[in-house]
């Protein structure tokens, strides 16, 4: 199974494709999507979108995981970041890709064990889980790996419940 992980923003979307068979998880691509801040929002959601739909195309991910919208303190960051996971969610949609969601917590547990741990924790962890020589940076692209290896790691238990394949 292919999986494309997401970290959604507006300034830069962390992305990652993995490949999962059994229990070994592949790193076939991982990185980011920036956009500039001097651009209309229009003109960076366009941006995010158009390099969405390059990536399904050239990757053809079985399915995306993407972060649940946090919302924190900032309204303003909230809202563009939310019209970011629309337009994110709508290319996929478009690409005929299967969309899960997951809230931070959930991606710490996947990756970590921990719902509450730290951001250098997820990261290390990552690293180690996928053998990389190093963390990812920008943060965002580190995300993206480690919502990608929620993915895996919850539907390969839904593929356990079942007693089959996706």
């Not at 979108?49 to 960051?77: C, G, S, W």
């Not at 180690?128 to 920008?138: D, E, G, N, Q």
């Not at 790996?145 to 390969?156: G, P, R, V």
Request: charged letters at 20%.
């Amino acid at each position: 199974m292919r999986i494309m992980g997401i970290d959604p923003g507006i300034a830069i979307v962390g992305f990652a494709i993995l490949d999962q068979q059994g229990n070994v998880l592949k790193p076939i691509e991982y990185g980011s999507i920036q956009t500039e801040s001097k651009l209309s929002t229009a003109t960076r959601l366009k941006q995010i979108y158009d390099a969405l739909t390059h990536l399904f195309k050239e990757f053809q991910p079985d399915v995306m995981a993407i972060e649940k919208l946090f919302f924190n303190r900032n309204v303003t960051t909230a809202f563009t970041v939310g019209q970011a996971r629309g337009v994110i969610m709508l290319a996929a949609e478009e690409a005929g890709v299967e969309i899960s969601e997951y809230t931070p917590l959930q991606v710490k547990m996947a990756v970590v064990g921990y719902g509450q741990a730290e951001k250098r924790q997820v990261q290390e962890m990552v690293k180690a889980l996928l053998a990389l020589p190093r963390i990812p940076k920008p943060d965002d692209v580190a995300d993206a790996l480690a919502i990608a290896i929620c993915e895996a790691h919850s539907s390969q238990a839904i593929r356990g419940l079942r007693g089959g394949e996706r």
